[in-house]
């Protein structure tokens, strides 16, 4: 990629506006690096692949925001194909509900403060790596970074296409399915009906 082709300079390009793009970007902001982070949705925080479920500790060790707080959560009733069930319970809270598209928005607003920029509806679709930099084909700009950030989630398409790398060799298996559900103040339920997880089913990490 040479220096002509390149559209903008960067010192950290981070790809994902989820919620570790984004705590990245809040970070490096603040610690005084040029931070442009690409989400390749319109919306920060939409479309929600998250039941919104988070270690209550979580929020102290890492100061979430807590803005988007539902619920606490004491017990949680786990229910099986064969209906058999099992209840958890808690003297205090150890999970939190929260909105995951306000806590996500909430998450981008201390990213931008931070004087982190954000684009929203653009896709990274090739990296390059040079000596002189990290190359990204950002929607129809090339962009040159100092370091990259791939944040996509479960999505390790730039990881394996461009960058040969493989899939994580520690990975945690999950299942989950979303049902209709009444949440009540201190309970949660848990389904796993047997299309949803036919073998096994353990949390992941
Ligand atoms: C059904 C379901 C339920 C879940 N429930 C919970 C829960 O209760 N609690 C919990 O902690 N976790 C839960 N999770 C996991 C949750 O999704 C992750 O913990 C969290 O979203 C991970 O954040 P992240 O920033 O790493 O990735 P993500 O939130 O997945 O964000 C990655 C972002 O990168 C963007 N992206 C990817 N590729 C590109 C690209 N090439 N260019 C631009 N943008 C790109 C994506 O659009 C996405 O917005 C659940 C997941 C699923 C699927």
Do not use: K
Not at 34 to 59: K, M, N, Q, R, Y
Not at 71 to 78: H, I
Not at 100 to 113: N, Q, T, V, W
Not at 144 to 164: D, E, M, P, S, T
């Amino acid at each position: 990629m040479s220096e002509l082709g390149v559209d903008a300079s960067v010192d950290v390009l981070i790809v994902g506006g989820g919620p570790g793009g984004l705590m990245a970007a809040e970070r490096l902001a603040c610690r005084g690096a040029g931070v442009l982070l690409c989400e390749e949705h319109s919306t920060i925080g939409d479309p929600v692949h998250c039941t919104g479920i988070l270690a209550a500790e979580s929020f102290e060790e890492f100061d979430l925001p807590r803005d988007a707080t539902l619920n606490a959560l004491t017990s949680a009733r786990f229910v099986s194909p064969s209906g058999m069930t099992v209840t958890y319970s808690t003297p205090s809270p150890l999970a939190t509900v929260i909105d995951r598209p306000a806590f996500d928005r909430a998450l981008s607003e201390r990213a931008i403060g931070a004087g982190a920029a954000l684009r929203t509806g653009v896709r990274v679709s090739e990296v390059e790596i040079d000596p002189s930099g990290v190359y990204a084909l950002v929607g129809e700009s090339w962009v040159r970074a100092r370091l990259l950030v791939l944040a996509c989630g479960a999505n390790y398409a730039i990881q394996r296409r461009r960058l040969n790398a493989s899939f994580p060799r520690r990975a945690g298996w999950s299942s989950s399915c979303t049902s209709a559900a009444a949440w009540r103040p201190t309970g949660s339920r848990g389904l796993f009906p047997s299309r949803a997880a036919p073998i096994r089913t353990c949390a992941s990490a």
